[in-house]
């Protein structure tokens, strides 16, 4: 699928100006950058969440889903929470099961740990099948284990259902073990994107090489 090229401007500052971009079907996209590079912001402008200046449409007869950075909980029991967003309980019981929290599926949600809410939030989310997953920054709050556990499932939920997934990461470690292709922002612009292992290894922009080896990549 395709985006429109677009800007976003907050109070006269650009913070975005993109090109159109290609997001493969079946395959995961690693958008990665440093801080205020504007990726959460290209998260929420390609979800809907946020309007892109001039307010046309990024993504048009797409299905999608936004798991934002911020995980939050209704106020009910951990599996009705994850029941939200689908009926099927025995995949609901499956996502919590492969992300280890079976054990808490009649628990208060508001009483969930913020690693545990992520996981649960996680599972929600993808309890549907969308032609584009956004995920912002999804294993933040948990520990290894657990971002490997839910690592597993993106891979897993991305073969099954042949969505495209975007997946916001500051971690170079995970891009590399998730991602087909890599985007790099720079200060709101487009500055490297292509294969995950060519763009790693053998970035082509002074901006990119010097991210990247602040990482020790």
């Not at 395709?2 to 958008?31: D, Q």
């Not at 951990?78 to 099927?88: A, P, R, V, W």
Request: charged share 25%.
């Amino acid at each position: 699928m395709k985006t429109t090229a677009f800007t976003k401007t907050y109070s006269r500052r650009m913070v975005l100006s993109l090109p159109e971009l290609t997001l493969p079907e079946g395959k995961i996209t690693a958008v990665i950058g440093p801080n205020g590079s504007g990726k959460s912001t290209f998260a929420k402008v390609l979800s809907g969440i946020e309007a892109a200046d001039g307010r046309h449409p990024v993504l048009s007869g797409v299905s999608v889903g936004y798991l934002p950075q911020k995980s939050f909980p209704f106020r009910m029991s951990t599996e009705k929470n994850i029941l939200q967003n689908g009926s099927d309980p025995a995949r609901a019981a499956a996502l919590m099961k492969a992300l280890g929290i079976e054990a808490l599926a009649g628990q208060s949600a508001k009483k969930l740990s913020g690693g545990e809410t992520a996981r649960m939030a996680l599972c929600r989310i993808l309890m549907r099948r969308y032609d584009l997953l956004i995920l912002d920054e999804p294993t933040a709050a948990m520990d290894m284990e657990s971002t490997l556990a839910a690592e597993n499932c993106i891979r897993a939920y991305c073969a099954e259902s042949g969505c495209g997934v975007l997946l916001i990461t500051h971690s170079i470690s995970q891009a590399r073990r998730l991602a087909d292709q890599i985007v790099v922002l720079h200060e709101g612009r487009l500055i490297e994107q292509g294969d995950t292992e060519r763009v790693l290894s053998s970035p082509r922009e002074a901006q990119t090489r010097r991210f990247l080896e602040f990482f020790g990549v």
